[in-house]
């Protein structure tokens, strides 16, 4: 099974200066999907963003941009201009391009100092 | 526009009592998923349906049945209720076409095993 890694439990960032988080992943597949999904305290679970494997270009989404290394298999969300609304946590998914599966990291909690 | 519904969103059952959780959606997806979130783990795969008739397990499946007999539905069983399964459940649904679709999720339901 593939392994997603977020190794950054919490971070936190002062309202309007810009914060990256990491993604790490394991996989042996050549095209796949990655996401990042936002969990604000409603629970609900929020696309922020897609990358598929076989673009190379970086997936942007307003004030939201990813840094795709698929050598390294890394996958970093970079928010900028930072709100008091992005405090949530954020979770980092695989899908493989034949299977349903997706795979998720343990998340970061993102915090937003007024 | 519904989307994914869950039902309940809270429950409390004591340790061997069973009960079923409820999905739907309106999407027309073709593929449901069942997760569990837990603190500091993420969401782990439960089962998984990617038709009316069509279910497998994913990485977490003892403990749980499920069935797929309408597109729209897709309930998570629970046969015996152990305190380990106390969590909170995501359902989730997706397209079938375009490998980038992301999937869809409920509410959740936080369910606690006494």
């Known amino acids: 099974a593939q392994t997603v890694t977020q190794s950054q439990p919490e971070m936190s960032v002062q309202e309007a200066e810009t914060v990256t988080l990491s993604c790490t992943y394991d996989?042996?597949?050549?095209?796949?999907?990655l996401f990042w999904y936002k969990q604000p305290p409603s629970r609900q679970m929020i696309l922020v963003i897609r990358?598929?494997?076989?673009?190379?270009q970086n997936a942007t989404e307003n004030r939201f941009s990813v840094n795709f290394q698929k050598a390294a298999k890394s996958f970093s969300l970079k928010i900028s201009d930072s709100q008091l609304g992005d405090a949530a946590m954020y979770f980092c998914a695989y899908r493989s391009h034949n299977f349903n599966k997706f795979y998720f990291g343990s998340g970061t909690k993102l915090n937003v100092k007024p | 526009n519904a989307g994914v519904t869950q039902t309940p969103k809270f429950q409390v059952l004591k340790t061997g009592q069973s009960m079923t959780l409820q999905c739907a959606q309106d999407m027309n997806h073709e593929y449901m998923s069942w997760y569990r979130q837990d603190p500091g783990m993420g969401l782990r795969l439960i089962h998984y349906?990617?038709?009316?008739?069509?279910?497998d397990q994913g990485e977490v499946p003892n403990g749980y049945n499920v069935s797929r007999s309408t597109t729209e539905d897709f309930p998570l069983r629970l046969l015996s209720a152990a305190p380990s399964q106390t969590s909170v459940y995501f359902c989730?649904?997706?397209?079938?076409?375009?490998?980038?679709?992301?999937?869809?999720f409920g509410d959740g339901t936080r369910l606690s095993i006494l």
């Open positions: 996989t042996s597949e050549s095209d796949y999907y």
């Open positions: 989730a649904s997706r397209t079938g076409t375009g490998g980038n679709q992301p999937q869809h």
């Open positions: 349906s990617v038709g009316a008739g069509i279910t």
């Open positions: 990358q598929e494997a076989y673009k190379q």
